[in-house]
């Protein structure tokens, strides 16, 4: 009796010894901040469709509109990609450097858009919202939250630092960022079956639909 008591004792023990750091929950909540905003950006590109998309992006006129094509049919789903890492703490600092990168690149387009005096829609969501230094603010503000967050880590309340915890990341990680990938692709799919016509217009026809 007295060595089951002591069992469970030891089995107690963790439970009773965690304790969430604020280092932590700062971690969790800029994770959750920077990843939403992630989400439901690419979420609305995708919803809006291709077609969409790719006339904002053209806008800028920074790009071939070949290429332009090309970033408008990838970067929504990577968004949402890097979205969901960055939230769930999953290969968490890989995501956060691919978050930095997204940001910054945003950042920069929409920097010298300003600069050359243009007022297009930013092309950040489903909305007609026009370019503006607010915006390069708040971008430039998710850009050091998702650079902190490279130096930090994710904390403990994340995928990474479960599975860490546990002893099983060799074993889940993989097949959990698979499964992530796998949402993303699913996502983009109701995109493309949403404005099929659309897309397929703008694929025949760049100059019509680069007209904004």
């Given amino acids: 009796m007295p060595a089951s008591q002591e069992d469970r004792k030891r089995q107690q023990k963790p439970a009773e010894e965690f304790h969430l750091q604020p280092s932590d929950a700062l971690a969790l ?4 901040f920077v990843g939403a905003i992630l989400i439901v950006a690419a979420t609305a590109k995708l919803k809006a469709g291709r077609a969409d998309f790719f006339r904002r992006v053209y806008a800028y006129d920074l790009l071939p509109q070949r290429a332009a094509w090309t970033l408008s ?3 929504p789903s990577v968004e949402l990609t890097v979205g969901v890492l960055v939230a769930v703490g999953l ?5 956060s450097a691919a978050s930095a990168l997204l940001l910054l690149t945003f950042t920069g387009a929409v920097s010298l858009s300003l600069l050359r005096g243009r007022n297009q829609p930013c092309g950040c969501g489903g909305d007609q919202r026009p370019v503006s230094w607010s915006l390069v603010g708040r971008n430039a503000f998710l850009v050091l939250i998702s650079l902190a967050l490279m ?3 994710p904390g403990v309340v994340s995928v990474d630092g479960a599975l860490s915890a546990s002893g099983s990341a060799s074993v889940f990680t993989l097949p959990l960022a698979a499964a992530v990938c796998l949402f993303s692709a699913w996502m983009s799919g109701l995109g493309r079956s949403r404005t099929s016509v659309q897309t397929s217009a703008v694929g025949t026809n760049f100059g019509e639909a680069a007209h904004v």
């Fill in 151 to 153: 130096r930090t880590g």
């Fill in 73 to 75: 049919r990838v970067l």
């Fill in 91 to 95: 290969f968490a600092d890989v995501a």
């Fill in 29 to 32: 909540l800029a994770r959750v």
